[in-house]
Every structure is written in C-alpha cells, then in structure tokens.
C-alpha cells in the first residue's frame, strides 16, 4: 500500500502480443465464444475502475472468397492490464457495454492479402502498443507522442475492420479519445 510518501509500486507490463495471446487462450474465450465468431483486438479501457484490456465478440459468416458478415456484438468481457484476470464478461442482450444501439449487421471485404502481411500488420500493432501502452495509462490527456498516436491510428486499421470501428470505440472510448486528440 503507498502513502503520500511513497511511489504505488507498479507492476511491468506483458508485452502486447503475449497478453493478446493469452486473452485468446482464457477460460472466457474457449468457454464462451463460439469459433465462428469475430473477436475485436483486445483494445486498453479504464472503464471498470483498474486498466483492463476489453474485448468483443460477435457472431461472424465466413465463406472463402466472400466478404465477411458480422453481426453486432453479442458479449464482452475485460481482463486487467497489471493484475490479468477477468473483470467483467457479459451478453449483451444481459449487460450492453453501450447505451447506444449497436447497429445492423456489417459486410467486411475479402482483403485478398497474403497471411504474412496480416502477420506483419499484427506483429506492427502489437510493437506500437507496447510504446503506446504505458503513456495511455499514465492518464494525462497530453501524453503521448502525436506521431506514435497517429502511427498506431493507421495500424489499427489494418488489424480492426473500419466496419467494426464503432463498435470498438463504444466498448473503449478512453483509448479512441487519447488515440485521437
């Protein structure tokens, strides 16, 4: 416990990629997700009172050669950043993570690209979020770097279908206001 004197001791974060990882592997994921679902990278949130990473999970048609349907999420769950275990899980039939409602169901494209420059994007991401990470959950609304937010902007484009954005930004509109102001 830290008093005014004392630094809160914090704890080093997991790399981005190891803590995708293993928020892939959990119990809530294999237990509860169906495998034909979409699942949104794991994207850092304050919402629930400690960092957490928070994710969403929707229901997903996929044909090779065919767009991608998804439809709007229907469960969400966040595990904590510092301390990983599960903070929250919900239908959100049960518990929305927004007031908003959440919309038709959305086509994605086929991308057509080779798996090793979706490798490459992810591999991307996961290294900007490693450098972005630490200045989100400092919680100064002027930290960062804008080229870093900017770069990081532009990558999550590429790992999170433009068509699920909205979506992503209701379940962490913490992360979407520091990533772009």
Sequence with gaps: MSTPDTPQRRLPLTPYGNARAQLAESAAHTAEVPLEHYVCPPLPTGRWGEPAYAVFAAPAVRAPRQPMRIAPPDRWWAVGISNPRLLAYALVSVAPFTATPLGDPVTV??????????????????????????????????????????????VLGLVLPAECRAWSRALTPDFYAWLEQ
Aim: no cysteine; glycine share 8%.
């Design 109 to 154: 494209p086929s991308g057509g690209r080779r798996l090793s420059a979706v490798r490459e994007d992810q591999r991307l991401f996961d290294s900007l979020m490693d450098r972005a990470l630490p200045l989100f959950l400092a919680g100064d609304a002027d930290s960062g770097d804008a080229d870093l937010r900017a770069d990081l902007s532009a």
